[in-house]
T-cell receptor
Framework: AQKITQTQPGMFVQEKEAVTLDCTYD???????LFWYKQPSSGEMIFLIY??????QNATEGRYSLNFQKARKSANLVISASQLGDSAMYFC??????????????FGPGTRLSVLP | SQTIHQWPATLVQPVGSPLSLECTVE??????LYWYRQAAGRGLQLLFY??????ISSEVPQNLSASRPQDRQFILSSKKLLLSDSGFYLC????????????FGDGTRLSIL
C-alpha cells in the first residue's frame, strides 16, 4: 500500500530564513508523482510543486524546491526566504499506478509551518 | 488551468436534515473528481472519487453518497446528517496522468447542530 509520512507536526522558522519540510513515502510503484500543497487558514488547497519519479533534477518553482532522494524515498520541500504569508499547513502527496490505476492521491498528515517576524 | 467551483462556503444544518453540496469544474473535460473531508487541524480523508459520468467509488462507508450527473459536476449528498458529518469538505479535480496535480475548490465548512 502507498503511504506518505510527514514526521513534523509543527515547524517554526524565522522570516527570511529557509526551512525544510520532511516527506517520506512508501510505494512499490516504479512510476509515481509527488506533490506538495499549501493550505492557509482560509482552507483552500494550493498546489505548489511536482516531482516525477523519473525526473533526474530536483523540481523548483520560485522560492519552492523539492529535495528528491529516490533511494531514500524522500521528497522534502524547501522554502527559501520565508515570508509571513508562508504560515500554513503543508501536505505532501503521491500519485501512483497501483490500486486504482492512478486515480487516487495519497496525502500525508501535514506539517503546520509558522513563520515568525 | 482548471477552476473548481464549490458551494456553499459555509453551511449549518440540524441533525437528521438532508445535504447537497455541489462542485463544478471548468477548464478541462473528463477529469477524475474527488470529495474529501477534513477535520479541524487534520489531514484529508478521501470520501468518493469518480472517473466518469455515473461512476462513483466509495472509500469510506458512511451515510454520505455522491453522484456525477454530468462530466464536470460532482454532488455530495446525505439523506440524514449525523453530528459526525461536521467538517470541512473539499472537492478536487485532476486530469489523467501521474504528473497531473489535483485542483481544489475553496471548500465548504459544514456544522451540524
Amino acid at each position: 500500500a502507498q503511504k506518505i509520512t510527514q514526521t513534523q507536526p509543527g515547524m517554526f522558522v524565522q522570516e527570511k530564513e529557509a526551512v525544510t519540510l520532511d516527506c517520506t513515502y512508501d510505494t512499490s510503484d516504479q512510476s509515481y508523482g509527488l506533490f506538495w500543497y499549501k493550505q492557509p487558514s482560509s482552507g483552500e488547497m494550493i498546489f505548489l510543486i511536482y516531482q516525477g519519479s523519473y525526473d533526474e533534477q530536483n523540481a523548483t518553482e520560485g522560492r519552492y524546491s523539492l529535495n528528491f532522494q529516490k533511494a531514500r524515498k524522500s521528497a522534502n520541500l524547501v522554502i527559501s526566504a520565508s515570508q509571513l504569508g508562508d504560515s500554513a499547513m503543508y501536505f505532501c502527496a503521491m500519485r501512483g499506478v497501483t490500486g486504482n490505476y492512478g486515480q487516487n492521491f495519497v496525502f500525508g498528515p501535514g506539517t503546520r509551518l509558522s513563520v515568525l517576524p | 488551468s482548471q477552476t473548481i467551483h464549490q458551494w456553499p462556503a459555509t453551511l449549518v444544518q440540524p441533525v437528521g436534515s438532508p445535504l447537497s453540496l455541489e462542485c463544478t469544474v471548468e477548464g478541462t473535460s473528463n477529469p477524475n473528481l474527488y470529495w474529501y473531508r477534513q477535520a479541524a487541524g487534520r489531514g484529508l480523508q478521501l470520501l468518493f472519487y469518480s472517473v466518469g459520468i455515473g461512476q462513483i467509488s466509495s472509500e469510506v462507508p458512511q451515510n454520505l453518497s455522491a453522484s456525477r450527473p454530468q462530466d464536470r459536476q460532482f454532488i455530495l449528498s446525505s439523506k440524514k446528517l449525523l453530528l459526525s458529518d461536521s467538517g470541512f469538505y473539499l472537492c478536487a479535480s485532476a486530469d489523467r496522468g501521474l504528473n497531473q496535480p489535483q485542483h481544489f475548490g475553496d471548500g465548504t465548512r459544514l456544522s451540524i447542530l
